[in-house]
């Protein structure tokens, strides 16, 4: 499965939050959440969502298919998840 990280003192072109694919890791940019407990709840579940669908497709023959030039995951796109 996948894991989280919270960074306190991110850079300043950090987004709020990623998926490292490549780490199986969310990385939470604590100080670019700032909206509220809303927008974290939000940002929480859209990376959530990341890892969960990448754990599924794990075993798909082509990883690019996956994945969109975006970043975002194919699933996602389709749920038109935002």
């Known amino acids: ?3 989280e990280e919270f960074i306190m003192f991110p850079e300043n ?3 709020s939050a990623e998926y490292d ?3 199986l890791k969310i990385i939470y940019y604590m100080p670019h959440i700032i909206d509220g407990i ?3 709840v939000r940002i ?3 990376e959530w969502l990341h890892g969960l669908f990448d754990w599924a497709t794990e075993g ?3 990883k690019e298919d996956m994945i969109d030039p975006e970043g975002e995951h194919f699933i996602m796109g389709i ?3 935002d």
Do not use: G, K, Q, S
Request: aromatic content about 20%; hydrophobic content about 35%; glycine content about 0%.
């Open 60 to 62: 798909a023959t082509r």
């Open 38 to 40: 809303d927008d974290f």
């Open 44 to 46: 929480v579940i859209h």
């Open 1 to 3: 499965m996948f894991y």
């Open 13 to 15: 072109d950090d987004p």
């Open 79 to 81: 749920l038109n998840y």
């Open 21 to 23: 694919t490549d780490n």
